[in-house]
């Protein structure tokens, strides 16, 4: 009986071994499944931090534009006459006072000339005069002659003054047209062709002869829509105030590589297209820009 019972324990024995083996292995993978997790999970990304900062940012819009000389002038004669000479090429700089043209200068001599021997005949016309006066006090004083004639020769030595005042005035204006043949360049900057060549007739103040226009700076006009300008108004946005930064492109540039100071802003708008016109200073000491060349402002 006692080796019946003892065979019947030994299965309980076998049953607990192998339960204790099952539980070891699932006990070792569940290790190794953790160890395996942990050596495939990649390290936490680096992350770079900024700190937030306030301030103003400049709203930046693209409009067109073009550009134009600060100063332009349409050089026409003062003094009519034939052209006797051209001292220019054509398409070069001059400086403010260089000879540009020369009108036939003899005319404007033999007038000068003329004026200036009126004057010098008035002027001894009133010597004569003021003699003739100064003796006629000493006579009236010694009772030689009466007053009527004293005032007779002082009226004479009046207008013999004002002769000499009128033939004064008759050279200065012969001496100003004489001067107004030779014509000037009344700006520094770049000149044009010459409309008109040598031997032909120039009409005082009519004919053009060339036309001049200032190098450095330029200006940039562009025009803002009315919807844009309204709301930069409504929003506050004062980059569109006069010494505002503008930024400048032209035809064959990438981006606005070119720094400009807004100068103007017109007062009005425009009732065929609805815009305001702007108007910025760009630097161009090398020449680079030209009037009427398209650019793109920013």
């Not at 030595?157 to 200065?172: G, I, M, P, S």
Request: glycine share 6%.
């Amino acid at each position: 009986m006692s080796i019946n019972a003892s065979a019947h324990r030994k299965p309980p024995l076998k049953t607990a071994i192998a339960a204790s083996i099952v539980a070891l292995t699932i006990t070792l993978s569940g290790c190794n499944n953790n160890l395996q997790a942990t050596e495939s999970e990649p390290p936490p990304p680096a992350v770079d931090v900024t700190r937030l900062q306030a301030r103003n940012v400049t709203l930046w819009d693209a409009f067109t534009g073009h550009v134009a000389a600060t100063e332009s002038v349409a050089l026409r004669p003062r003094v009519s006459g034939y052209i006797d000479s051209i001292h220019f090429e054509e398409g070069q700089l001059v400086e403010q006072g260089q000879l540009l043209f020369v009108i036939d200068p003899r005319p404007y001599q033999a007038r000068q000339r003329a004026a200036q021997a009126a004057l010098q005949r008035a002027e001894s016309i009133l010597s004569l005069a003021r003699t003739e006066a100064t003796r006629a006090q000493n006579l009236l004083q010694n009772r030689a002659i009466s007053q009527e004639e004293l005032d007779q020769r002082l009226a004479t030595l009046a207008n013999a003054e004002a002769d000499v005042a009128a033939a004064r005035a008759q050279l200065d204006s012969a001496r100003l047209d004489l001067g107004f043949t030779r014509i000037t360049a009344p700006i520094n900057g770049r000149v044009s062709r010459a409309h008109i060549t040598q031997g032909n007739l120039a009409t005082a103040d009519q004919t053009l002869l060339t036309t001049l226009v200032s190098v450095d700076p330029v200006h940039v006009y562009f025009e803002i829509d009315q919807a844009t300008d309204y709301q930069n108004r409504q929003q506050g946005v004062a980059v569109f105030a006069p010494g505002s930064p503008i930024r400048v492109g032209v035809t064959g540039e990438t981006g606005f590589p070119h720094q400009a100071v807004l100068d103007f802003v017109d007062n009005q708008l425009n009732r065929q297209t609805g815009t305001l016109q702007y108007r910025a200073l760009l630097p161009n000491p090398d020449g680079a820009f030209r009037p009427g060349q398209f650019a793109r402002v920013e």
